[in-house]
């Protein structure tokens, strides 16, 4: 049974449903609310719903449902409450009637009922009076546990129910306790590209959750990003694909949600790789982001990547060697593969990305977005031995394009490229500065700040400042 036994929706307090047992409701046995509290006569002086007093012609009658004390008025009809336990018709009252009515056509084994229950309790959540009551007498619940039946209409019916419930943030502790998150996944798991209504609520719904704080590693570990991918890959309009990778780029925001998408989920990576070479820019651009994100976390993340990468016929490279509409696509890609190339162990396999990041630097020497995240890739390649020979032929253009570069990223990225170069095949570096470079290397190196003092300290190292006479 939830903790929360009181909330504030809209100014008012009420007091939500509350379940016996696990809160969890989204499988396919039924579950059974806790019985409201039982007014006791000697408190209760008049009717709650139409404020007469009671007196010896009008009697007092309780409501099954919610506990209050009526006139037969106001509680005259009976229905039965199998999500209380009773299967025979009781006292309902009129407030009540019309959320108990739908929670127990939900328990109908007939489609019919169950989809007249989730479209009933979708449209009362519309209305913030009708909310309350839906929330207080176990209609959210109810939705949730109806997430189980196959039939699409009322699929369709609880995604939109959830999604008006979701909208309110007192709200969403409970539903993700109820089981809210793993059913809309379920929703989107088997949607198919003409549901788009569906998909649009589901997505919703599940970045609501990830902009919540403290729900967003919930919406990773209740298995959010398979049914999330699958509708990247769908034949969807342009607008449920960019919410959908809105809602991938808003889990891949927290660092903590990496470890779920590379190490849990063994899917996750390839098809987002898959969507790299997507014919839609805006979803390259998406997914780029992501696994750029991504290659942020652990030496053992950005191996994963390029491991799956080279699986998956080397999707990266491929990305790189196009030529985008979208100019963002390569400022992601490049990002990306400068990230991964701090990568000690996966080099050997990383020489293509190097080839085609060494053809960008020339290409795009005028593109600062661009070149930022090249010439930065260039300098992490350029830190282990077996690449230093093979940018060798790369300098002058290094030189020109970096060196000379007043952008302060550029221009020091492109500095750590040549030095490293100097540490791993001196003799053809210097060989070829000598002939065009070394002026601009040497001015570079008298104008960074702390460089020269460094130098300094490393060569004092070697030889005192004072020594005795010998």
Not at 169 to 190: E, H, N, R
Not at 286 to 304: E, F, I, N, Q
Request: charge should be neutral.
């Amino acid at each position: 049974m939830s903790s929360v036994t009181r909330i504030r929706l809209e100014g008012v307090e009420i007091f939500p449903a509350q379940t016996e047992g696990s809160d969890n409701v989204f499988n396919n046995a039924p579950f059974r609310l806790a019985k409201a509290r039982w007014v006791a006569d000697e408190e209760a002086h008049s009717c709650v719903v139409c404020t007469n007093k009671f007196n010896q012609i009008r009697r007092k009658h309780h409501c099954r449902q919610c506990g209050l004390v009526l006139c037969s008025k106001c509680c005259k009809e009976k229905v039965p409450l199998p999500q209380l336990g009773f299967d025979e018709p009781e006292r309902v009252c009129d407030a009540c009637l019309p959320v108990a009515e739908l929670i127990t056509k939900s328990r109908s084994t007939m489609a019919n009922f169950q989809g007249e229950a989730a479209a009933g309790l979708s449209e009362l959540t519309l209305n913030i009076n009708d909310l309350k009551k839906v929330v207080e007498l176990g209609g959210l619940q109810t939705l949730i546990y109806l997430c189980t039946k196959p039939n699409e209409q009322l699929r369709q019916a609880c995604a939109s129910g959830l999604h008006t419930l979701a909208t309110h943030q007192p709200l969403l502790s409970i539903l993700a306790d109820a089981g809210a998150i793993k059913a809309v996944c379920s929703l989107l798991s088997t949607a198919n590209e003409n549901q788009e209504q569906l998909l649009i609520d589901g997505i919703s719904i599940l970045m609501i959750f990830c902009k919540s704080p403290g729900l967003k590693a919930k919406v990773v570990s209740d298995g959010a990003m398979q049914p999330i991918l699958n509708v990247c890959s769908m034949r969807v309009s342009s607008a449920i694909a960019l919410i959908a990778m809105q809602m991938l780029n808003l889990v891949t925001e927290d660092e903590g949600s990496h470890a779920a998408i590379i190490e849990n989920d063994k899917s996750a990576l390839p098809k987002l790789l898959s969507l790299t070479i997507s014919p839609d820019e805006q979803m390259q651009e998406g997914v780029l982001k992501t696994l750029a994100r991504l290659s942020m976390g652990t030496d053992w993340h950005r191996h994963r990547i390029i491991q799956e990468d080279f699986s998956s016929s080397k999707c990266l490279v491929k990305v790189l060697k196009n030529r985008p509409k979208n100019i963002q696509v390569l400022v992601n890609a490049t990002c990306l593969i400068a990230n991964l190339a701090t990568c000690e162990q996966d080099q050997n396999s990383m020489t293509d990305y190097m080839d085609c990041v060494c053809q960008l630097l020339v290409e795009f020497k005028g593109k600062q977005e661009i070149l930022t995240h090249v010439i930065r890739a260039l300098a992490n390649f350029a830190k282990f031995p077996p690449h230093s020979y093979r940018l060798g032929q790369h300098l002058p253009s290094i030189v020109a394009i970096c060196l000379k570069s007043t952008n302060k990223e550029v221009h020091t990225n492109g500095l750590r490229t040549i030095l490293y170069m100097l540490n791993h095949s001196t003799g053809v570096t210097l060989s070829q500065l000598m002939r065009d470079g070394a002026t601009e290397v040497f001015t570079a190196l008298a104008s960074t700040p702390g460089i020269i003092d460094g130098i300094q300290r490393t060569l004092q190292q070697q030889v005192p400042e004072r020594c005795s006479p010998s």
